[in-house]
């Protein structure tokens, strides 16, 4: 078993971890399953990728979706770590080949779709090795009462009992309600695990309330004041969307519309020119953002209300990721609590609910919506202290980056001051070089450095390849493919 923080400074460039990640990464190399509620941006990959590391066989992780997989794997390989993704975005060759190699040790990682697991030509593969450890993501999909729930993920344990020796069993989610928990404990026959919540709150986001008389307009002006960043506008329909994006189109912003009535294609194509930064905006319903971990999205904007705070802090936490400022803005209306009372009482004549299933669902889905309705309409009340409230977590009265705590300081905007002070045309020349590596690497540019590496890059000024080890993030891989570029850019800046 290798040392962790060895293999955190040389494949992730960091030199100590993040509050819990520790600890879960000890508990899976002592053999402990594990269940852990971590929020959007704070670094739960990293909670099973490095035992993955450190274990001599190889690790599983079920995931929901193609463009999760597709981004960590890209991520893994930057960092020099063998890794691969089984889904139905290959062909069944590839699949063939992906699995050959799975099978002679050529990958340390695999992520696979839950629907993959018990199919012949995988179960064959994974009882005949050595599967040192089982890593659930977005593990609330195992859950009927979760919001994205996926019915293959009712057989992962049956998967898991299958191997000829179980491994340890992570599970990993944003936010999951008492009941949700206690369905994933369960259904994934969690044995004895830890159990670790992290903190939820996100200090780098900024959230608001607004109720302006034209939706669309106050878009329209906000992004137009936003125009270099990247960001994600979530409609409550798909017409809705089309709408936003043809208007935002028309006055020149870079905007694609992506909703579940599109083509397979025409939707992977909209999502990839948005990871890759071909288009600025996505115009979405919530059909787009689970698994999405493009890290420099400065801003999330809700035209409705959704109905629910797990939803709407899901979504909203897709913003800032990177640990930079980002804006959380909610555009809210009367018209948004008689759209979702109606959406709540409109169960399909044939669900196979009884009667009293029926009326539970619609009380349990109403009471969910007067807490969106209670944070929506707050004057007072701090929002980040209603939110983490919700989740069951106690905070100060006063955060000051929200929209009622800037108003009672008299403030209007967003934070954003720099949390570091550097070389701006520096910064500017480093992001020019690590979108030339991205594009001829074909990855995204964040894949090479994100946001906060070329600001300490920019800050620091190292020139050499020691200096640079300094900077948080490049890990060894990095600094042998891509380190000489930057060291030259910031020699012939100085």
Sequence with gaps: MKDIYGILKQYYGYSSFRKGQEKIISSLLDGRDVFAIMPTGSGKSLCYQIPALAFD????????LISLMQDQVRSLIAMGVRAAYLNSSLTPRQIQLATENAAKGVYKI???????????????????????????????????????????????????????KRPPVAA????????????????????????????????????????????????????AAHKDDSGIIYCSTRK?????????????VSVRAYHAGMKDADRKT?????????????SATNAFGMGIDKPDVRYVIHMNMPARMEDYYQQAGRAGRDGEQADC???????????????????????????????????????????????????????RKRILNYFGEKTSAYCGNCSICRKKSGLTAANKTQTMNYDEILYNRLKIQCKKIALLAGVPFYTIANETMLKEMAAKKPRS??????????????????????IEIIKTSQ
């Excluded at 066989?57 to 929901?64: A, C, E, H, Y």
């Excluded at 109403?366 to 944070?375: K, R, T, V």
């Design 240 to 252: 809705e969307t089309e709408r936003t994006a043809d208007v935002l189109s028309s006055c020149g």
């Design 329 to 383: 803005i909610l555009l809210y209306s009367p018209s948004d609590i008689i759209l979702n009372r109606y959406m709540i009482e409109q169960i399909p004549e044939n669900d196979p609910l009884t009667p009293e299933q029926r009326k539970r669902y619609i009380d349990v889905e109403s009471a969910c919506l007067e807490h969106m309705i209670f944070y929506s309409t707050s004057k007072y009340t701090c929002l």
């Design 465 to 486: 390849v020691e200096e640079l080890r300094q900077v948080s993030g490049f890990g060894e891989e990095k600094i042998r493919r891509h380190g000489k570029a930057f």
């Design 110 to 164: 695999i992520y696979v779709a839950p629907e993959r697991l018990n199919t012949p030509n995988f179960l064959n593969f994974a009882v005949n090795s050595s599967i040192s450890l089982v890593a659930v993501d977005e593990a609330h999909c195992i859950s009927q009462w979760g919001q994205d729930f996926r019915p293959a993920y009712l057989r992962i344990n049956e998967f898991i009992s299958k191997l000829k």
């Design 57 to 64: 066989g190889i690790t599983l992780v079920v995931s929901p």
């Design 270 to 282: 909209v999502q990839e020119d948005f990871i890759y930064g071909k288009i600025k905006v996505i």
């Design 172 to 223: 990993f989610t944003a936010t999951a309600t008492d009941r949700v928990k206690k369905d994933i404990n369960k259904k994934l026959g969690l044995v004895h695990p830890l159990r670790y919540t992290g903190g939820f709150d996100r200090p780098n986001l900024y959230f608001s309330i607004e109720e302006p008389l034209n939706k669309l307009e106050y878009t329209r002006k906000y992004i």
